[in-house]
C-alpha cells in the first residue's frame, strides 16, 4: 500500500468513526459495517444534482471520503469494498436484482452486494447499500434464520442456483453467485439515474442508520424512526433542508437537489 493509499484508508475510517482493525476477521467486519451504515447514507442526491454518478474507485472515494458525502448501492459498496481490501479481507461484487411489490425481480444488475472473505477463511454477506437492511453482515453459507436488530433474515437457494435474500419472510433481492467487475454495473447504474421506470430519478432519498433506529429526508419531507414510532414532519423552506442535509448528514449543499418536473414523486424504498 502506498503512502497516498494508506492516508485515503485512514481518512476513510475516521469518516465512519472506526480503529484499522488488528485482523481482518469477523468481529471487525461486523464494527465496520454497523459504523458504515451509522455515517455514510444511502442517497441519491446526484442524479437530481445533475453530477454524473462514475463507477470508478478513486472517484467514488473522493465522493464518499473527500467530500463526506454517500451514495446509492453501487457507490457506497464499491467504496466499501475497496476499504475492506485495503484492511485484508477478499471481496467479490456480487450482481442483485430487487424483488418489486409484485415479487417479480427486476433488471439484471438491479443491485450490487459484496461477498466477504475474512482472514479465518469465514465467508459473509455484506451490504451497505440497500438503504434500510440488515445491521450487520449475514453468515453467507448459513440457510436458516439469522437474527439482526434489522429483522429477521434468510438466505435461500433457488432452484435455478441463485441465492434470494429474505427479510422477515419477504425476499428483498436475488443474487447471484459468480464474481463481478464493477463496469459490469455501468449498465445498472445508468438505468437507476434515467429510467422512469426506476424510483430513484422519481424521488428524493438521504438515509441513514441512527442508534435509535433511522433518519430519512425525502426533501421536504423529515422522517425520524426511534424504535418502533415513526414521525413525519414538512421542512420549512429551503434554508431548513439545507440545515437538515448538513445537521443530520454531514452534506454540505450549495445547491438544493430538485426532482424533476413531470415525473412522478414516489416513496423511497
Known amino acids: ?37 451509522r455515517t455514510v447514507p444511502f442517497e441519491n442526491l446526484s442524479i437530481h444534482l445533475g453530477e454524473p454518478v462514475v463507477l470508478d474507485e478513486k472517484a467514488l472515494l473522493d465522493k464518499v471520503v473527500g467530500a463526506r458525502r454517500g451514495g446509492f448501492c453501487y457507490e457506497v459498496n464499491t467504496a466499501f469494498a475497496v476499504l475492506l481490501r485495503e484492511l485484508g479481507y477478499r471481496v467479490a461484487l456480487l450482481q442483485g436484482r430487487v424483488i418489486g411489490p409484485d415479487g417479480k425481480p427486476g433488471i439484471p444488475y438491479d443491485h450490487m452486494a459484496l461477498l466477504v472473505e475474512t482472514a479465518d477463511g469465514e465467508r459473509w454477506l455484506a451490504d451497505v447499500g440497500f438503504g434500510d437492511h440488515s445491521h450487520h453482515p449475514l453468515v453467507f453459507e448459513a440457510r436458516d434464520d439469522q437474527q439482526d436488530p434489522g429483522g429477521v433474515f434468510r438466505i435461500v437457494e433457488t432452484v435455478d442456483g441463485d441465492l434470494d435474500v429474505l427479510r422477515d419472510g419477504k425476499p428483498q433481492y436475488r443474487l447471484e453467485l459468480r464474481p463481478r467487475e464493477l463496469v459490469d454495473f455501468t449498465a445498472g447504474a445508468w438505468y437507476h439515474q434515467t429510467s422512469p421506470d426506476s424510483h430513484f430519478p422519481r424521488s428524493l432519498i438521504c438515509s441513514r442508520l441512527t442508534e435509535e433506529g433511522r433518519i430519512t429526508l425525502s426533501a421536504p419531507k423529515l422522517i425520524t424512526r426511534v424504535g418502533g414510532e415513526r414521525e413525519e414532519r414538512i421542512l420549512d423552506g429551503e434554508d431548513e433542508v439545507r440545515d437538515a442535509y448538513r445537521e443530520l448528514f454531514g452534506i454540505e449543499l450549495d445547491v438544493l437537489p430538485a426532482v424533476r418536473s413531470g415525473i412522478p414523486n414516489s416513496d423511497p424504498r
Open 1 to 37: 500500500m502506498t503512502t497516498h493509499e494508506a492516508a485515503t484508508i485512514d481518512a476513510y475510517l475516521r469518516r465512519i468513526g472506526a480503529e484499522r482493525p488488528g485482523r481482518a476477521d469477523a468481529a471487525a467486519l461486523r464494527e465496520l459495517h454497523l459504523r458504515h451504515l
